[in-house]
């Protein structure tokens, strides 16, 4: 399993910064890797909301679909499965002292036999994890 977890600080309100990262259609604008997200449903973002991801990975496009599967007060979790893999994205904000912290965990493993290939996967995902967080730091530097 691949797994990286990186906590950023930023200007923005709590409330803000959590509105913006629950709506994963964001995720476009700060993933360099995310060439397309589009939340699928209407309404409160909240247990269920649907987002389409198009994910370029090795070359290739990939489309991702992520499911809201845990919502709480300053936390929530995207989860999602195809047939080869699984990815589970928890973000976390949180207020300390004079600023916002955004905490983001990601998980990603091969399902079934791929699973075995899952120290390689752990290799080219922290290269792609590192530009996103790279990319969500710039964002939350920015007026919110």
Request: hydrophobic share 45%; proline share 4%; aromatic share 10%.
């Amino acid at each position: 399993m691949a797994h990286i977890v990186n906590t950023l600080r930023t200007a923005w309100p709590p409330e803000t910064a959590f509105a913006y990262m629950a709506d994963f259609s964001h995720a476009a604008e700060w993933d360099p890797s995310v060439v397309e997200a589009t939340r699928q449903d209407t309404g409160a973002i909240g247990v269920g909301s649907v987002f389409d991801l198009a994910v370029w990975v090795g070359g290739r496009r990939m489309p991702l679909r992520y499911e809201v599967t845990d919502f709480a007060p300053g936390r929530v979790t995207f989860t999602a499965r195809s047939a080869t893999l699984e990815s589970v994205d928890t973000v976390t904000v949180t207020h300390r002292e004079d600023a916002t912290e955004v905490t983001y965990d990601a998980r990603i493993h091969f399902r079934s036999l791929l699973r075995l290939a899952d120290p390689l996967l752990a290799l080219g995902f922290r290269q792609v994890a590192d530009r996103a967080i790279r990319g969500l730091a710039q964002r939350l530097t920015e007026a919110a």
